[in-house]
């Protein structure tokens, strides 16, 4: 995707993949600050631990404690999350972005959780109800988010969870596992309510066509990988790479 972007911008450079162990974070953040590289995505389990090892945080990085990008300043770290702005604009471009007064349920605690959460209250909604598998992460978020409105965690459980999607127009998992480790079945969630799964393989994704097969709205994180990386891409080099193209670099990438 971002090699696509930088051909399709003229930017010279290559995007590589580090596959790092907790050890090997320090020695890494040194590598940034002395110039290796320009900047780097970061994803999951390191969202957070990134994010305490940047020398300053901007916009929804700083209100989440988390970075899924990271640019070099001089010497300086400097962490950002596009998760945000990159799930909004996902869904509102499938016209799947809920309208003012919904509820929303959103299934996982970590750091795309959370910008997910942060999004979502942005809408205003009504209620935001967050269910998660580790005891107290839900309500971790919902205690950071409380001042914003009726945001309250509940439990990982399939009874719980039917009883809130019930009156949810939107569920969002942002967890890593699928429709076989999930307490919530689309199949079941009422008529007008819109599914959203973070994940993007393997495709097609389960809970997005389980929820497809009973007439639900449906999308998978495709979008928001897209969106967010072009995010990202501006935030390293100062320019805006051609969505098409970039798609297109993707899905093939995706698909092979």
């Known amino acids: 995707m971002h090699q696509a972007a930088m051909q399709a911008t003229g930017v010279e450079g290559t995007y ?7 050890e090997d974070i320090d020695g890494f953040v040194a590598e940034l600050r002395e110039g290796r590289y320009t900047g780097c995505n970061v994803t999951t389990p390191y969202k957070a631990v ?19 990008t990271i640019t070099v300043r001089g010497r300086r770290v400097v962490g950002y999350t596009t998760d945000t702005d990159g799930f909004e604009l996902a869904l509102s471009q499938a016209s799947m ?8 349920l959103l299934l996982g605690a970590g750091g795309a959780a959370a910008a997910v959460a942060l999004a979502l209250i942005g809408v205003p909604l009504l209620r935001l109800r967050i269910a998660a598998r580790r005891d107290g992460a839900a309500e ?105 193209a970039v798609r297109n670099a993707l899905l093939r990438a995706v698909e092979a």
């Open 140 to 244: 971790s978020i919902a205690a950071r988010l409380r001042h914003s409105g009726d945001i309250a965690a509940v439990a990982w459980d399939p009874r719980a969870i039917a009883a809130t999607s019930a009156h949810s127009a939107i569920v969002v998992n942002a967890t890593p596992v699928g429709l076989d480790d999930l307490p919530f079945d689309p199949r079941g969630a009422p008529r007008g309510c819109s599914v959203v799964d973070l994940r993007y393989g393997p495709r097609p994704v389960d809970v997005v066509s389980a929820a497809l097969e009973t007439g639900h709205r449906a999308s998978d994180g495709l979008e928001m990988l897209l969106q967010q990386g072009l995010l990202s891409f501006e935030i390293w080099t100062g320019r805006t790479a051609p969505p098409g």
């Open 16 to 22: 590589e993949l580090r596959d790092l162990r907790p």
């Open 97 to 104: 972005w809920p309208r003012q007064g919904a509820t929303a």
């Open 50 to 68: 990134m994010a305490a090892k940047c020398d300053s945080l901007e916009g929804d990085a700083d209100s989440l404690q988390v970075v899924n």
